[in-house]
């Protein structure tokens, strides 16, 4: 059975129950994208629908498609997969104006309709494998038509989301019912958005929606992208030469990792104090060589969500460009000690108003970046601070410090 055929057969059980219970959700006034009524924003999101065809993915009841129809005037295509909720929503539906119920599959149901002007899914288009809906779905979208997406970010037992393009095991709960097993693609924020753009969307804003209940760990995230135009013919491109260009520049990332004791710092074989870190290798982002390195050498377990990138260093070394981007890390698991193998070691947290003396250079230009207030003393270096820093920082040169 396909992980798609588990979780179909999963919501038809769901259905019948509540099909047995006579249960049927309200219409709600706002569309809600979450579980939780007057949580986030509403239908506003998607823009002007008046007279617009809207698709709904996964409809289940069928009340967010009727909404959309009474309170906003589009014309609604509600598609479900599971015969029952499907059934649900028709008996309870069937003669609103503007709505048309769908079985079956969305990505066939895109393969023989018409372009529609706006989508959404309500925590559903997680059962369905990503790689599979969203080309249907860019396909099925008229250039710059918005799709917005609710979707879990982490559960009911505190499990944030995983790092990977994989489902993993998941339940529905209903009431004292026993627990239905389903797989979805839990994913972060961050691998939604790769997907989406790698579909061809454009992601404008990814908003994390917390439970009213402060006490409760479940969290929703909210994606809206956007259906790019196609693409002209792609123009080609090819190396000068078949030879490698002449090493000339040593790249590396060095992490701030701040904790309530401070800083953290391990001491090289060489003798200096420094922050973890190391060279970027092939084929990996700045953030993937941040949590690699923080394991190799601390074993601390990091998220790539978790690093934010601060900027990038400039100096030389001889005649050796040397570039260095600074990240600061704030959450992670385990706890820092000695690996076997590597250089650095004797990890120890350091206040930040009593930090030693004889620290690598690198990790300095990196704090005093991050903390220009940090007495420091260091060679100089170019700082281009990304763009979540402020614009009034700037591209400056971080020189060496003298600071009582």
Not at 73 to 93: D, F, I, K
Not at 99 to 109: I, L, N, Q, S
Not at 303 to 320: A, C, F, K, S
Request: charged share 20%; hydrophobic share 40%; proline share 9%.
């Amino acid at each position: 059975m396909t992980v798609e055929d588990l979780n179909a057969d999963a919501w038809t059980v769901y259905g019948r129950r509540q099909l047995d219970r006579r249960y049927v959700p309200p219409v709600p006034e706002q569309l809600n994208w979450t579980p939780w009524a007057g949580v986030g924003p509403g239908a506003e999101i998607l823009g002007d629908i008046a007279g617009k065809r809207v698709l709904d993915i996964g409809s289940g009841a069928g009340h967010h498609a009727v909404h959309l129809a009474r309170a906003h005037g589009a014309l609604v295509t509600a598609v479900e997969l599971s015969p029952t909720q499907h059934q649900r929503a028709v008996s309870a539906h069937a003669d609103v104006p503007r709505v048309r119920f769908v079985p079956g599959d969305v990505v066939d149901h895109l393969s023989t309709t018409a372009p529609f002007d706006a989508a959404y899914a309500v925590n559903s288009l997680a059962f369905i494998d990503p790689h599979r809906v969203l080309p249907a779905l860019r396909a099925g979208l008229r250039p710059g038509a918005p799709l917005v997406l609710s979707l879990l970010h982490t559960d009911l037992h505190g499990h944030g989301p995983s790092t990977t393009v994989a489902p993993r095991e998941q339940t529905i709960r209903l009431r004292d019912d026993p627990p239905l097993p389903v797989r979805m693609w839990v994913l972060a924020p961050r691998l939604w958005e790769d997907l989406l753009i790698e579909h061809g969307f454009r992601v404008e804003a990814v908003d994390l929606l917390h439970h009213p209940d402060e006490s409760v760990p479940v969290v929703q995230q909210l994606i809206r992208a956007r259906r790019l135009p196609d693409r002209r013919a792609r123009v080609t491109s090819r190396p000068r030469t078949t030879r490698p260009p002449a090493p000339h520049a040593a790249v590396g990332v060095g992490a701030v990792v701040l904790g309530d004791r401070g800083v953290l710092l391990g001491r090289h074989r060489h003798g200096t104090l420094e922050l973890p870190g190391g060279t970027v290798e092939a084929g990996e982002s700045l953030e993937e060589t941040v949590v690699r390195e923080l394991a190799e050498e601390t074993g601390l377990t990091v998220r790539p969500e978790d690093v934010t990138l601060l900027g990038t260093l400039v100096d030389h070394v001889g005649d050796v460009v040397r570039i260095t981007v600074g990240a600061l890390v704030t959450a992670w698991q385990g706890q820092p000690a000695t690996q076997p193998h590597e250089s650095v070691g004797d990890w120890a947290w350091y206040p930040l108003d009593r930090l030693p003396d004889g620290l690598f250079v690198c990790s300095a230009q990196i704090l005093t970046a991050w903390r220009p207030d940090l007495p420091v003393d260091h060679a100089p270096a170019h700082f281009t601070p990304y763009a979540h820093r402020t614009s009034a920082e700037g591209v400056h040169r971080l020189r060496g410090r003298s600071e009582a």
